[in-house]
């Protein structure tokens, strides 16, 4: 069966520092992979999504990127993060078979930036 | 383009009752909807969806959802809600454009369910 991993599970960083989140899919292969930032326990925001190695898709201008350095590891990463970049961070994957496919969902990472 | 509106930011039940959450959907073509639901300090986990075939969809944990065309709704249901079924849940729609998968989300709807 696929599992996802996301980690850290929670983060604290100051303003300045740099930022790297992972996330791994096991038990598929070429899987659609999403990172999304949900603020205030509410609303997802889709931040990047890749449809395979080293294609990466920016859904909005934001301090972060997103690399695919293998085809089942999605990195979300900032050289410098600022105080709006706390929230938490969802990763997703899904099949490349069609518009049926489900997002399954990792466990998060809770971002703090002081 | 394509949308998804979750009209109601909570809904309140009693353990043992009916509950419905509602959504409604804007689409180019054909729909696939989808329900997850997300407990505090977790991922979301998936719930049910509707590509095609019967209006009335079955998912996990006694949920169902009903797909109305005429009407651009997907309201997921349960007979009977449970305290445990008090959660944050979200409608979904994917973006029919290009083959990325995306999905489009609803602002979610929190559900409390009372003893």
């Known amino acids: 069966s696929q599992t996802i991993h996301q980690w850290p599970a929670t983060l604290v960083q100051p303003v300045g520092s740099p930022l790297s989140l992972e996330c791994t899919v096991e038990g598929t292969s070429n899987p659609n992979l999403y990172w999304y930032r949900q603020a205030a326990g509410r609303g997802l925001q889709l931040l990047f999504y890749s449809v395979g190695i080293g294609q990466i898709s920016s859904e909005v201008p934001q301090n972060l990127s997103a690399s695919r350095p293998q085809d089942r590891q999605f990195i979300l990463s900032s050289k410098k993060l600022l105080l709006s970049d706390s929230g938490f961070y969802l990763c997703?994957?899904?099949?490349?078979?069609?518009?049926?496919?489900?997002?399954?969902f990792g466990p998060g990472t809770r971002l703090l930036v002081l | 383009a394509q949308s998804v509106a979750q009209p109601e930011d909570q809904v309140n039940v009693a353990e043992g009752n009916p509950l419905t959450v509602k959504c409604t959907y804007s689409?180019?073509?054909?729909?696939?909807l989808f329900w997850y639901v997300q407990y505090p300090n977790r991922g979301l986990q998936f719930l049910l969806k509707?590509?095609?075939?019967?209006?009335l969809v079955k998912g996990s944990y006694g949920f169902e959802a009903e797909f109305n065309k005429s009407q651009t709704s997907f309201h997921l249901k349960k007979p009977s809600a449970l305290v445990s079924d008090s959660a944050l849940y979200f409608c979904a729609v994917r973006d029919s454009a290009g083959n990325t998968g995306k999905l489009i989300f609803g602002q979610g709807t929190t559900l409390q369910v009372k003893p």
């Open positions: 997703a994957w899904s099949g490349d078979r069609g518009l049926g496919e489900t997002q399954y």
């Open positions: 689409v180019s073509g054909n729909p696939y």
């Open positions: 509707y590509i095609t075939g019967d209006n």
